[in-house]
């Protein structure tokens, strides 16, 4: 079985269609791991924050495209995730979303000790041991998730009924 895409950096296989079994123990995981963070009490904004902000780091269009939509219908403002990129720079994200993307960045850039030290500090003032589990666990997912699509080269479709801007 082959499940390729032609795309112009060439052929990619859909790494999730060709290896199913890792694909759905991944599935298995993020299910696992949204569980434990409500359970934590992380609500579905602030998941679907950490979501894009790796997402963004790591240039996903297909997680970006699908975690959007996935945080308008939790509730985010679209004037938020305009922004989300310089959350730093901006005064509409609280402490515990400020700590939660910090911890997310940290988790998806480890080789950062200093940034990590800082994050986890800032995270500590905010968050429990159960919050920040469930931060970082968010984090090690999309950025699994993140690896997945890229290199699978995941297209995203222009949504039904929209048309292309200026038309």
């Not at 790494?15 to 579905?44: C, F």
């Not at 924050?49 to 970006?64: E, H, K, M, P």
């Not at 931060?135 to 479709?157: D, M, Q, Y």
Request: hydrophobic share 40%; proline share 5%; glycine share 4%.
């Amino acid at each position: 079985m082959s499940d390729t895409t032609t795309t112009p950096q060439g052929r990619r296989v859909f790494v999730d269609k060709q290896s199913p079994k890792p694909y759905h123990a991944l599935i298995q995981t993020s299910e696992a791991v949204r569980a434990t963070a409500a359970d934590a009490g992380l609500d579905r904004v602030l998941v679907e924050l950490i979501n894009l902000r790796v997402s963004q780091l790591n240039g996903c269009a297909y997680c970006l495209d699908v975690h959007t939509r996935a945080a308008l219908r939790a509730g985010e403002s679209t004037q938020r995730l305009g922004v989300l990129a310089a959350w730093r720079d901006t005064e509409v994200f609280t402490p515990r979303e400020r700590a939660a993307l910090a911890l997310a960045e940290a988790t998806t850039d480890p080789a950062d000790a200093a940034a990590q030290e800082t994050a986890y500090d800032a995270a500590r003032e905010v968050f429990g041991d159960d919050e920040i589990s469930a931060v970082i666990w968010v984090a090690i997912t999309i950025n699994a998730f993140n690896r997945v699509s890229i290199l699978s080269k995941h297209p995203v479709r222009r949504a039904p009924g929209t048309s292309a801007p200026g038309h």
